[in-house]
């Protein structure tokens, strides 16, 4: 599991932290372990060029220290400070010991010095920073950005909004992020996430002062083969569970179908149809149970997954609502459920948008859901009293319970985006319900799995629906080997 924690938390933690140790104790092992990445970043550190992009703050010190070790094993290191006479002063005094040098940010020479650079340390901001980064620091990110060096953030890319993955104004991009502690939620979560490029957690102790409970997490393999269901000898396709798939429509029986590939494959024990697109259904799937009456009447189902192409048939949308048994809802049937009726449901509510969908539920643009992400998805989840799943760059699950970890997915991939992908998750997620998991576990496996399947399926170019679902059990091995 990768945890990530809030500013204030951090805070609080490092406070406890620091009674406990030495002066400075924190910061030189941050600054150790910055070192030690940096070293590990480039082919040799003796006669390499790097340059220290330095604010004011502790972020700035950690760099300072980091650059003073690098300078002691023969770099050649340079300090850009931004605020000169509020530069760490002990920071400094060890770069100026080790050999380092200093320049200011407007000095003719401080273009080409970052353009020749090996090595750029962003120590702009770090957990300090609110808002884009200032006009002082702005040009300095274009200048890194615009130089062939690797670029280092220190504590997360100065710009970033720390805690929400947010990105208001111009930001550090970085090639590496090494991070003290814990993860940052903007770690995890895009626009902000693509700003750090590969992350590195160093260990700097705060683990034993850090709440146990995260702000926002991230499952690994282990932790989603410790949730999908494995069936007992005595198990029979009714004690695995049954899914029902109330979707599609004359106009969009292709929905149908791929919601119930994925449900074949997320190891419900059956899979039941009910809808306007049987036949196509039995045509692919003939292992499919086919009913002809609606939701409630269909017979015994432990999750319904309703929306995907219903088109405009609000009706088995309503009656999937309707049934005590946990009810996914994606797609159309987001805009054609009844707020209230969700709300008052007592059995568990998933709801999977995209962005677009989002947007719409929360009457706002598609863009602000987009470029806040981790708010757009606890404000649905309260709003409908329901888990929900926001798809996207960076998928996060979140419950309608505030101190309950918001998920982000890691797998993924831009190929994912494609006609009906959507469905077979909805499909996935539903057997997985179905099977026994909690909305927020099977959800977060689902988006697991399917990124993975997306992943092997489209092996770096375009792939279809299809293939993604049949790329599930690839999926599922792998993560249970
Ligand atoms: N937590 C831990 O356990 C440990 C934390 N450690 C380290 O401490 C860091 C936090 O240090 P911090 O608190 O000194 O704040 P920091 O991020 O340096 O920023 C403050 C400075 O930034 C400036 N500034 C603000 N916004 C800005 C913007 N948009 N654009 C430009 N500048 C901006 C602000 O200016 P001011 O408002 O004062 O004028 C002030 O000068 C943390 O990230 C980690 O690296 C490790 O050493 C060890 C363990
Ligand atoms: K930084």
Redesign the pocket.
């Known amino acids: 599991m990768r945890s990530a924690h809030r500013?204030e938390t951090?805070?609080t933690?490092?406070r406890t932290?620091?009674a406990q140790l030495p002066d400075g104790a924190?910061?030189q092992?941050?600054?150790a372990g910055l070192a030690a990445a940096c070293a590990a970043a480039l082919p040799h550190i003796y006669g390499s060029r790097i340059v220290l992009l330095t604010?004011?703050?502790?972020?700035?010190?950690?760099?300072l220290y980091a650059g003073a070790r690098l300078a002691k094993r023969g770099a050649g290191v340079t300090a850009v400070l931004?605020?000169p006479t509020?530069t760490?002063p002990e920071a400094l005094k060890a770069l100026l010991r080790a050999g380092g040098t200093t320049t200011t940010p407007t000095a003719p020479t401080t273009p080409s010095l970052i353009n020749r650079a090996d090595l750029i340390l962003d120590?702009?901001?770090?957990?300090?920073?609110?808002?884009?980064?200032?006009p002082?620091?702005?040009p300095l990110a274009e200048l890194a950005a615009a130089s062939p060096a690797t670029v280092v953030s220190?504590?997360?890319p100065?710009?970033i909004e720390?805690d929400t993955g947010e990105v208001n104004?111009p930001a550090i991009h970085a090639d590496l992020t090494v991070t003290?502690?814990t993860h940052k939620p903007g770690l995890l979560i895009d626009p902000a996430r693509e700003h750090a490029g590969s992350v590195r957690l160093i260990d700097?102790g705060?683990a034993s002062t850090l709440p146990a409970t995260p702000d926002v997490e991230s499952l690994q393999h282990a932790d989603v083969a410790a949730l999908l269901p494995h069936p007992s000898p005595e198990s029979d396709k009714y004690r695995r569970g049954v899914v029902g798939i109330a979707a599609g429509s004359a106009r969009y029986p292709g929905a149908a179908v791929l919601a119930v590939a994925g449900a074949l494959r997320g190891g419900a024990g059956a899979v039941r149809y009910v809808g306007p697109a049987a036949d196509a259904v039995l045509t692919r799937f003939p292992e499919t149970l086919v009913s002809d009456k609606g939701p409630r009447k269909a017979g015994r189902v432990q999750a319904w997954v309703t929306g995907p192409g219903a088109g405009d048939d609000a009706a088995p949308v309503a009656e999937a609502l309707s049934t005590d048994v946990p009810v996914l809802l994606d797609a159309d049937g987001l805009r054609l459920a009844d707020r209230d009726a969700v709300r008052a449901r007592t059995a568990p509510t998933l709801m999977t948008p995209h962005a677009g969908e989002a947007a719409a539920l929360l009457g706002v643009s598609r863009e602000e859901v987009e470029s806040a992400r981790l708010t757009a998805v606890r404000d649905l989840a309260r709003g409908y009293h329901a888990t929900v799943l926001l798809k996207g760059s960076t998928t996060l699950i979140a419950t309608p319970d505030d101190d309950t970890p918001v998920r982000v997915n890691p797998t993924g991939t831009p190929w994912l985006a494609t006609a009906g992908s959507g469905d077979v998750l909805s499909g996935l997620a539903g057997s997985l319900l179905a099977a026994g998991l909690s909305p927020l576990d099977a959800a977060s496996a689902a988006a697991y799995l399917h990124g993975l399947a997306g992943r092997y399926a489209a092996k770096g170019a375009p792939t279809i629906a299809q293939d993604v679902a049949e790329a599930i059990p690839a999926a599922w091995r792998d993560i249970t080997a």
């Open positions: 500013v951090v805070r933690a490092e932290l620091m924190l910061m092992r941050a600054a604010g004011s703050g502790d972020n700035g010190g950690d760099t931004l605020n509020r760490h120590g702009i901001v770090g957990i300090g920073g609110k808002g884009g980064l200032r002082e620091a702005a220190v504590d997360l100065s710009g720390p104004g003290f502690g700097i705060l």
